[in-house]
Nanobody, 124 residues
């Protein structure tokens, strides 16, 4: 099973930017049907933020459209999430996920490998 490692989290002020990265510590990100970023705030369910299919189409949650951008590097071995115009409600643990079975990008049950997460905290 692929092991995923996230990095790039931290603290930012509202309106600021952060860029998250996800790489495979074992296996390869290229062995996927889709990749995604999810987030989980304390006391809340894990929710999909953005996803990208193997062929390239992307999906974004309505709450982040126009502010976040999901992408992969040219080798397909690193997944990114560029987060701009951050808001306090973006605070949470951000996890990358990989699917080998397909499904909808926002469907948590579609994903077979998860990272441990990287914390993002946005202050007003």
């Amino acid at each position: 099973q692929v092991q995923l490692v996230e990095s790039g989290g931290g603290s930012a002020q509202g309106g600021g930017s952060l860029k998250l990265s996800c790489a495979a510590s074992r296996g390869s990100l290229t062995l996927n049907t889709m990749l995604a970023w999810f987030r989980q705030a304390p006391g809340k369910n894990r929710e999909g933020v953005a996803g990208i299919s193997r062929s390239g189409p992307t999906w974004y949650a309505d709450s982040v459209k126009g502010r976040f951008t999901i992408s992969k590097d040219s080798t397909g071995n690193t997944l990114y999430l560029q987060m701009d115009n951050l808001k306090p409600e973006d605070t949470g643990m951000y996890l990358c996920a990989l699917s080998v079975i397909g499904g909808h990008c926002s469907d948590i049950t579609s994903y077979t490998s998860w990272g441990q997460g990287t914390q993002v905290t946005v202050s007003s």
